[in-house]
């Protein structure tokens, strides 16, 4: 099998064939400006800056990063024409919610609200927050403006688990606590699907600590209703559960304990029951397996913002750009060859 971080190479080489210009509000941070050095570099994006100039080059310059600022945009939201015009497109969305102009004006200072605004108004992108602030604070602007896909359709975070000789999809990690069966059936469909379009070939695992009826409980259950219901919404797909995570990935273990599995112990996605086993997961895999965790890429929502963790390096912030980058150039990536495992 080949070496699963071929495949972030994979990645960035069509990130490069068709840049996305990525807004990043956090420039106060090292990570982000050590990062935008890097992209710039690599060309996997073409990334905007929102703050002030004079504090990002001295910033930069105290790091000793060289940067081509010709291909860097840097806008600083605090002076910029466009809060006005952001502000009034806030308050009519949300003037509903209780929202005044005086209290739009005043959001769009935080550079989330105006990055948010960027992407809404196609000024840009895509966007990547949140090395700075935990989910609920620097997604909750996309949830105001953006919006979801669907009325009731929840955003979920997955991550994209990068070993030695496999690479998994871990969902949800990020957003949901406690899903419904119905919520939990979305998060396997939007994995699926996102899966696809990064040109893998989803095989979902529904996991529990019950394999196929070994235990009773009403977790499982609601594991069980999940799978039944995207089997029946998604019958092209490839899905099984309820079961252990030994069984989605061993094959022997998976004879065993679930014979008749289509997964054969060869699940890519692994769907978890709620969000602490989730983000449990996913960091026990990225510090102990030494595995490359890239994410959180969000799902749900209508236009494309990703999430950081606060946790993240500058190389991290530079993996999820390319990321971003495709979700973002649709057409192009469409087209590029399949990647294979």
Sequence with gaps: MRNMKSFIRFVKNIAKKNPQRIVFPESSDDRVIMAVARILKEKTALPILLGN???????AKILNLKIDYDKLTIIDHLTSEKRKEYARLYYDMRKDKGIDEKTALEKMKDPDYFGTMMVYTD???????????????????AFEIIKTKEKFHKVSGLFFLVLEKRLLLFADTAVVIDPSSDELADIAIDTAETAKRFHLEPRIAMLSFSTHGSASHPSVEKVKEATAMVKHRRPDLIIEGEMQV????????????????????????????DLNSGNIGYKLVER?????????ILQGLKKVVNKLSRGCSWRDIVDLSAFTSCEAQETIYKHAKKFKA
């Design 246 to 273: 030994d069984a989605a990935l061993v094959p022997d273990v998976c004879k065993r304990k679930f014979p008749d599995s289509k997964l054969t112990g060869n699940a890519n996605i692994l769907i978890f029951p």
């Design 53 to 59: 100039k004079d504090e990002i080059r001295n910033k």
């Design 123 to 141: 000024e840009a992108d895509a966007m990547i927050t949140g090395a700075t602030h935990p989910t609920n604070i620097s997604i909750r602007p």
């Design 288 to 296: 102990l397996a030494k595995a490359k965790a890239v994410g959180p």
